[in-house]
């Protein structure tokens, strides 16, 4: 219904007009009657014509007044329904005062009976086309009753002295004739009308279905163009962060090869200085390597299809194996946990192996040493869900939400470890939301930390 | 031993740390240390360096900003010349780094620090004292 009101305001529109024209009507027979007084002085009935013009004046000023306060009220399907009646109140109303007119001035002697197709007209650009004939119907009813009323002496006829033949009113054929032809006539105008202005309409609807439609495409359009500008500008901060990570590594090398190539230092001192270079290269080494893994993870979504149906639990006992060394050097206590009946996923075992691998491999790094590890495997009706639990230094409230981000380190996790590139967590995340998985974390500084990843079961 | 003058180099990068502290005992300096912001203005306080070279970019953004600010601040540390070490230089940051306030900074340098310049600089600022 909303869609029509656009097209549909245009008779409210309308109705301004139709009232205006009303007015005009109104000035143009008062003109006409004194005019004709004027030069065939006693041949019209003044006194009624008068009457029913003022009373036609009347009925426009309050047309008038309802047509305002119809405006006031804000686009409604009652509007519309309102202001459709109100046009065939004013049409019916029209047609009488016309038919009153003419029988105050010859009936069928006269031929202003072709105002009426006016009416027609207006009914055919206002109204539905079946509305329209109705319009039709009456006009031509209300003309019919008159002539018929006339010629029978139901009703007394005003001749037109001296103009018209008296008798012509009373002759059966001309009545007859006159009718018929009144009524064909009024038909057609309907039908042709109708006919035009349905196919304009039918236009117009189209137009502003293409318009709406274009509306909604510009739209769209508009937020792809944001999407692909917050794309657009997360990769330069990506790039921007990248180059700095590499910038700082880079140059201390530099320097140090520097210091020794130019003869700043002891021969001592040169075998500490460039075993610290190698040190940072190899560090930048490890970031080349994540930084690979990372661009590798982001490609993911096209390796889905290489995905194998595998059992995270095996996953999980081989990367406990390797972990287990490391843990031990550093005096902590690791221990893994799996349910019976552990579902299989469907995921690249290199990528479920990285998963645990760097989780565990954090928990280890970020626990002092006489601490706990523990990595467990659970399973809930959709997921298989995986936990590393530590006993380490936490992660504040701040460093929360924004743990899993690209090279993103807490203070405390530099502390303990200067170097780190930040981007192990930030690989397992898109890993993990790759395969249709979530994972979070929940920790406290001082009071160790949990991650919790799930990921779908394979289907069969 | 007579050494030239105090150096105190303030900067989390350890590796150039040594580097310098290395280049300039060579050439005859006493070298201190500090790995932020607070252990560079406690040992400034405490050792009185004739010279600081202090990095721009440690964990804050603009942390050596905020060192040589507060060195402005103290009447003690006023007098010790500083040489602010920068990788920043055409990176998002320089906007962060303000170039319109009157900063206690005697020269700016961008890592990779060549290193003859390092001394050479270093010889001249500590020969005017």
Redesign the interface.
Known sequence: MEEQFPLRVELIERIDWFISLRWLAVVGTLLTIVVVNFYLPGLLLQGPLIAVTTAIALYNFLFLLYARRLRAHGPTAMRLRQSTVFVYVQIALDLIALTTLLHFAGGVENPFALFFVFHMIIASILLSPAASFLVAVLASSLFAAMALLEYRGLVPHYNLVGLVNPDLYHHGTYVGASVLVMTTTLFLVVYMTSSISARLRARTDELLEVSRSHEAKSRELAELNTKLQKLDAARTQFM?TV??EL??PV??I???L??VL?G???RE?EQ??LE??Q??TTELLDLVKDLLELTGARQAEVQVEEAETIQLADVLRNVEELMRVEAENKDLFLSVDIVPDMPLVRAKPDHIKAIWTNLISNAIKYTEAGGIVVASLTHNPDYAVGTVRDTGIGIAADDLSKIFEEFYRT?NA?AIC?QGTGVGLAIVKRMIENYGGKIWVESEPARGSKFIFMLPRARP | MTTKGKVLIIDDDPDFVEVVRTALETDGFEVFSAADGSQGLALMRQEKPDLVFLDVMMAHPTEGVDVSEAMMEDPDLRGIRVVMITAITDTQYVGDFPTDRYLHVDQFLSKPVPLPELLELTNRILKKK
């Open positions: 921007v180059t700095h910038r700082a140059s201390t530099y320097s140090c520097d210091l130019g700043f230092a002891s001192k500490q200085i610290r270079a040190q940072r203070a530099r200067p």
